[in-house]
């Protein structure tokens, strides 16, 4: 139990300095010699460090994944037995739910109000995934349509998996992409983002615990170029990637080159329309959750309020006392809402953004300066939570994925015009309606060019697809759609006689 008294020296946690990946179902010595430091953002300072593996170690995680793959142990597992096992993952991952909160945080200063449901989230998709096990069960037997023949479709796992996940969600975002190429018989190598390396570990633990196969599932740190040499091993057969959209524009190019299947979960620059009839306080209520989650560092939240111009007063000022009102401090605390940013680049990123914008003519109402913390926070990467007022199009704070506590308010002055907003971007992530009329609201959804868009709320439904448009990616994950990017399609033609 955390306490006011607690140091972040005297937490429980698992792993601080390491040197170990996990490779053929052990924590092996890694080949690089060289170290990545972990760095707590609430404080500046340096409390692990983990190897930067190198290319001897790739090898052997492929090499172990491949083996795997084409071995007679993970080849036996029907999708009945890979979805026990899955059901078994879960319930080891929830048993660590404390360390991996713990770990979460101070990797990337996420809340613990966040990180404390991490452990849950992952094993509700395990779980998810485990309840599809029936549909690569049953027999799918497609008549030829003029009668002379059947066919026997074949669902097959396409084979090695490089999972690359970032630092935002360093936990749910690997479990997304894990969890179904699981279930479909897959293995996998994966990749944490260089700034997150550890907390993944305890999922692995949680996996050993529950009996995956040796070989199954493979884990190597280091920094961006072992992703490099993942994406283009000869023996991976697949590619998932969630990131920014200019390194998923190099995976994209490289798996193109190499007609290798890839999911791409990238950048946004989502919008909540607040059309003339929407209630406030239910903008207000659903406000942090759905347009500044994780200290703004969330994929598809919408940074951007369309306001009409007959309620842009009222509406900037909900929006400006919900983001005054939410505490910032230590992310190990409870009642925490606004941490700092997850490192220093990202600190600095919107730094740059904030300038840009009191440059070119936005008022910040609430915020708009780097946040000034004492004690052991004086050297944290905090910035004030921002509300932008008078935003127009053409601002960069109006264009640009910004990754931290930024939120703009735009004017429009009729539907058509809030709508064309909402789709003058080079994303389509996600996106919300806010309305009194929910029939209304859903048409208007309809004309909004996204992956996602939320009526009056935004969550991520384990059973239905999310994926972006455009510059937000390629393909989708959840779902039974998350599953089939794991599958390789088989047909068996034979006479009917």
């Not at 991952?93 to 360390?99: G, K, W």
């Not at 598809?300 to 505490?327: C, F, K, M």
Request: glycine share 10%; aromatic share 6%; charged share 20%.
């Amino acid at each position: 139990m955390i306490t006011a008294a607690t140091t972040r020296e005297q937490l429980a946690i698992p792993y601080r300095h390491v040197d170990t990946h996990f490779i053929d179902g052990q924590w092996v010595r890694s080949a690089g010699t060289e170290r990545i430091e972990v760095t707590d953002p609430a404080t500046g300072k340096v409390w692990g460090s983990v190897p930067a593996g190198n290319t001897r170690d790739v090898e052997r995680a492929v090499g172990s994944a491949h083996s795997a793959f084409h071995g007679e142990q993970w080849r036996s597992y029907s999708p009945s037995d890979r979805a026990v096992l899955l059901l078994r993952i879960a319930e080891e991952v929830e048993a660590r739910a404390t360390e991996l909160s713990l770990t979460n945080t101070l990797e990337n200063g996420s809340p613990v109000s966040e990180t404390g449901g991490a452990a849950a989230n992952a094993a509700g998709i395990f779980r998810y995934f485990a309840s599809l096990a029936p549909m690569l069960e049953n027999e799918d037997l497609r008549p030829f349509p003029n009668g002379a023949g059947e066919s026997l479709v074949r669902r097959d796992p396409v084979g090695v998996c490089a999972l690359i996940a970032p630092w935002n969600f360093p936990i749910n975002l690997m479990v997304i992409k894990l969890a179904p190429a699981l279930l479909a018989g897959c293995t996998v190598v994966m990749k944490p983002a260089s700034p997150t390396p550890l907390s993944f570990r305890i999922i692995m633990d949680a996996m050993a615990a529950a009996g995956v196969p040796a070989g199954v599932a493979n884990l190597v740190t280091g920094p961006g170029r072992m992703g490099d040499e993942l994406v283009r091993h000869p023996l991976v057969s697949k590619v998932a990637f969630t990131g920014s959209t200019p390194v998923g524009r190099k995976i994209a190019a490289a798996c193109g080159e190499l007609l290798r299947p890839v999911t791409l979960e990238l950048g946004g620059k989502s919008s909540a329309l607040v059309l003339p009839d929407a209630d406030l306080d239910v903008l207000s209520s659903r406000l942090i959750r759905s347009c500044m989650r994780n200290t703004g560092q969330t994929c598809y939240i919408s940074t951007r309020i369309l306001a009409p111009a007959q309620r842009y007063g009222e509406v900037v000022e909900a929006v400006r006392a919900t983001i005054s009102g939410g505490i910032q401090g230590d992310p190990l605390k409870p009642d925490t809402v606004f941490g700092p940013s997850a490192n220093k680049s990202q600190f600095e990123t919107v730094v740059g953004y904030l300038e840009a914008g009191h440059a070119e003519g936005a008022q910040a109402v609430t915020g708009g300066r780097k946040a000034t913390m004492g004690g052991d926070l004086a050297g944290g990467y905090f910035i004030e939570p921002t509300v932008f007022a008078d935003v127009t199009p053409d601002m960069r704070i109006s264009r640009e994925e910004i990754f931290g506590p930024v939120i703009t308010v735009l004017k429009y002055q009729d539907e058509a015009e809030g709508i064309a907003l909402a789709n003058n971007t080079e994303f389509g992530l996600g996106g919300l309606v806010f309305s009194a009329d929910e029939q209304h609201a859903v048409q208007v959804a309809d004309r909004i060019d996204s992956g996602s868009v939320g009526i009056n709320f935004f969550a991520s439904n384990h059973a239905a697809p999310f994926g972006g448009r455009h510059d937000s990616g390629l393909g989708a994950e959840y779902g039974p759609e998350g599953l089939s990017a794991y599958l390789s399609y088989k047909s068996i033609h034979r006479e009917v006689r």
